[in-house]
């Protein structure tokens, strides 16, 4: 469908409440689009940048249900297949969970690019709005409300009073000093940053790191050769990776993380040598060597296998392209399981586009976004260390100090404390 930032497949998701349970959940009115503008980036739990947001509406109140984001295609000539796309699929999952919307409300988010203007995107913008406006109708559902966010100002498409939308549009209300804001804060709601923001700290390395990352996935590669012809086990293998990787963890957490996304990325990709990163890398292909890598995802190991995860899938460069989807969907899993979803359905979607067949990212994507709690893989993944092992009870490791990238760390089977990659 685009080529922006979404898998092809749209995806829709339920509201949810802060506190998980409804009848705990903060309320606030809207009363104009202004307002309905402001709410948008609290609704989704980042700023949408080059989206197509749209949220089902129920009931007489005008109560928020599901909502669904794509990117906006750049080809006009994509826009009415689009619509057609996103209007049936929103209306669908509102269907599964109980009834039909009584009406929609439309958000384009594109800002001007250089030597353009916000008031040319929305006027470039505004067929695309006409469009999705008939793809709703066609469905008994109408657009209650398109508005178009661009440069930091709003348009109304459905309004023609020039008093209360003028041709220039209307300031954005400034970050933070809105009711909708107070009320977020209270009920612990977040915006994580933009879109764009949030995608960069996953997207590959384009330097001259990016070059020597690759060499080493190269290497990497042609080691795991001779280790297979010499009768190398998964167990051994997987084992290897995870002792590795686990080593990276402790490095990670002996490092504390920097304040800020990039600064922070930058430390993280400084304690990881290039050889390093590619045999996790290319280990985390196996997907039991991955679902044992997946059990990490509560209590002390959290931060550091988020942090090992996006720096990973940061070195997935070149042609290792599509190795990312193993990174980016354990950065997913840990970032839902930890309460995350906006990240999560950021990273998952960036996995389905590196490898759009990568089945465990279509799960955890499509569980997400059905609304569908992770507890219950959480259980499984506890069960199944549990099993694997008894003997082994859950404790906190002491911070040992570990070598700095590039240093051999002696023979492998000094560091290779169990084998935690046995299959299942």
Not at 106 to 129: I, W
Not at 347 to 357: C, M, P, S, V, W
Not at 403 to 422: I, L, Y
Request: include cysteine.
């Amino acid at each position: 469908m685009t080529t922006n930032h979404e898998p092809r497949t749209p995806s829709e998701r339920p509201s949810v409440s802060p506190s998980g349970a409804c009848d705990e959940q903060p309320r606030i009115t809207l009363r104009s689009p202004a307002e309905l503008a402001d709410a948008l980036p609290y609704m989704l739990g980042f700023h949408p940048t080059d989206s197509l947001v749209m949220v089902a509406v129920h009931g007489e109140g005008g109560r928020f249900g599901g909502r669904l984001r794509v990117g906006i295609p750049s080809a006009p000539a994509e826009w009415e297949d689009t619509a057609s796309q996103v209007a049936a699929c929103l209306v669908r999952g509102s269907e599964r969970r109980g009834g039909k919307p009584e009406g929609i409300v439309v958000f384009l988010c594109q800002d001007p690019g250089e030597g353009d203007s916000a008031q040319r995107v929305m006027t470039r913008l505004r067929p695309f709005a006409q469009r999705l406006r008939l793809a709703c109708g066609s469905l008994d559902v109408p657009v209650l409300e398109a508005l178009c966010l661009s440069g930091g100002r709003w348009w109304s498409y459905t309004c023609n009073d020039a008093d209360c939308c003028p041709a220039e549009g209307r300031p954005l209300t400034r970050p933070g000093t809105s009711v909708m804001a107070a009320t977020a804060t209270f009920a612990g709601l977040q915006v994580r940053g933009s879109l764009k923001e949030i995608e960069n700290r996953l997207t590959p390395l384009r330097d001259d790191r990016a070059v020597e990352q690759e060499e080493a996935l190269d290497r990497a590669a042609v080691a795991l050769v001779p280790k297979i012809l010499d009768g190398a086990t998964r167990q051994e293998v997987g084992a290897e990776t995870l002792g590795l990787a686990r080593t990276l963890m402790r490095r990670l957490t002996l490092a504390h993380p920097v304040e800020g996304g990039l600064r922070a990325d930058d430390l993280d990709d400084s304690l990881l040598g290039h050889d390093e990163a590619a045999a996790v890398i290319l280990g985390l292909q196996d997907r039991e060597i991955r679902d044992v890598a997946a059990e990490w995802m509560e209590d002390e190991e959290v931060a550091p296998a988020l942090r090992l995860w996006r720096a990973l899938a940061r070195r997935c460069v070149g042609a290792y392209g599509e190795h990312a989807a193993a990174p980016l969907t354990l950065a997913g899993w840990v970032s839902w399981s930890a309460g995350d979803e906006p990240t999560a359905r950021i990273a998952l979607g960036l996995a389905l586009r590196a490898d759009a067949d990568y089945r465990f990212a279509q799960l955890l994507h499509q569980a997400c976004n059905e609304g569908i709690g992770p507890e219950g893989l959480r259980e499984c993944l506890r069960e199944e260390r549990k099993r694997r092992e008894p003997r082994a009870p859950r404790r906190k490791r002491s911070a040992a100090p570990t070598r700095p990238p590039g240093r051999r760390s002696g023979p492998r089977g000094r560091t290779r404390r169990r084998a935690d990659g046995s299959g299942r």
